[in-house]
């Protein structure tokens, strides 16, 4: 298997610009998670999802931020409109059903907001 | 709910000496902790994790960690520092099948030759 694929690995945009981050996880994984990481907040758990429902967006900033799990093998992050303090690392895992199952993260995607 | 604290944001040890990262965690159900590491501009990668099978953990590069219920924690333990150890680290819990995966604010290790 490849890993959770995540992309862009890198998006530079303009403040008030849609952006939106994609995310593929393990084949048979059952939960999908989208992570935050900043120097000042560390990572920060955005949202979880549970064969494609979410469970748990208590994580998300605010309502410009929505993430979609239409199937069990993708998953979107959008953000709109952007702003400079949305600029983070944004990684995806997935994490297979069982009990004590690690999460396996993707390489992340840099997002920069100018 | 569950939370873990990483006690230390960083560490620097020398080649060849002990390495000691603390995690404390909270949690209301039996946790399942797990350790993480992160090499520059990549993912997290699992070292190790506890899920009440053995109190004391191996994992991979020859870390071991310790679970220790009445102090609640999870302490990531190597004999002996390498220069490649050099990264940062992440301790995590979950309390129940499903449930979230909580992360500390991470410990960054820097190794001296």
């Known amino acids: 298997d490849a890993g959770v694929i995540q992309s862009p690995r890198h998006e530079v945009t303009e403040m008030g610009q849609e952006v939106t981050l994609r995310c593929k996880p393990i084949?048979?994984?059952?939960?999908l998670f989208w992570y935050r990481q900043t120097m000042m907040r560390g990572l920060e758990l955005l949202i979880y999802?549970?064969?494609?429902?979410?469970?748990?967006d208590s994580g998300m900033p605010e309502d410009r931020f929505s993430a979609k799990m239409p199937n069990a093998s993708f998953s979107t992050l959008k953000i709109q409109p952007s702003e400079p303090r949305d600029s983070a690392v944004y990684f995806c895992?997935?994490?297979?059903?069982?009990?004590?199952?690690?999460?396996?993260f993707g390489q992340g995607t840099r997002l920069t907001v100018v | 709910a569950q939370s873990v604290t990483q006690l230390g944001s960083h560490v620097s040890v020398s080649e060849g000496a002990l390495v000691l990262l603390r995690c404390n965690y909270s949690s209301s159900v039996p946790p399942y902790l797990f350790w993480y590491v992160q090499y520059p501009n990549q993912g997290l990668q699992l070292l190790l994790k506890y899920t009440s099978a053995a109190t004391l953990v191996k994992g991979i590069n020859g870390f071991e960690a310790e679970f220790k219920k009445s102090e609640t924690s999870f302490h990531l333990t190597k004999p002996s520092a390498h220069m490649s150890d050099a990264a940062e680290y992440f301790c995590a819990v979950t309390g129940n099948q499903g449930g979230k995966l909580i992360f500390g604010q991470g410990t960054e290790l820097s190794v001296k030759p």
């Open positions: 084949s048979g994984h059952n939960s």
């Open positions: 999802f549970n064969n494609n429902v979410p469970i748990d």
């Open positions: 895992a997935s994490r297979p059903q069982g009990v004590g199952t690690e999460a396996f």
